[in-house]
Nanobody
């Protein structure tokens, strides 16, 4: 069974950086991507970054492009999200996902989320 566990969330001031991690277990070759989503208060969950096994290739939502970087460790059991130039608009619950998809819309399995709060 696939299990995903996020960590690294917390509070940071605007302009700062934060690195999120997601440790995955039970991932097989049937899963071709891992991704990060976020849910901003009052808004729907949105895909912000994804990395695909083939390539690997990465995709980003326009809202985070140039500021966030998704990456994996060598054994692909952990995915990271390096976040820079954070603003209060980035305050959200961040979720790790794995499975299949296209572009930033990769999903199927979900973690429980980690909270990121950015103060002005």
């Amino acid at each position: 069974q696939v299990q995903l566990a996020e960590s690294g969330g917390g509070s940071v001031q605007a302009g700062g950086s934060l690195r999120l991690s997601c440790v995955a277990s039970g991932i097989t070759s049937a899963s071709n991507c891992m991704a990060w989503y976020r849910q901003i208060p009052g808004k729907e969950r949105e895909g912000i970054a994804a990395i695909y096994r083939r390539g690997p290739t990465t995709y980003y939502a326009d809202s985070v492009k140039g500021r966030f970087i998704i990456s994996q460790d060598n054994d692909k059991s952990t995915v990271f999200l390096q976040m820079s130039s954070l603003t209060p608009e980035d305050t959200a619950m961040y979720y790790c996902a794995a499975g299949n998809g296209v572009g930033v819309a990769c999903g199927g399995y979900w973690g429980q989320g980690t909270q990121v709060t950015v103060s002005s």
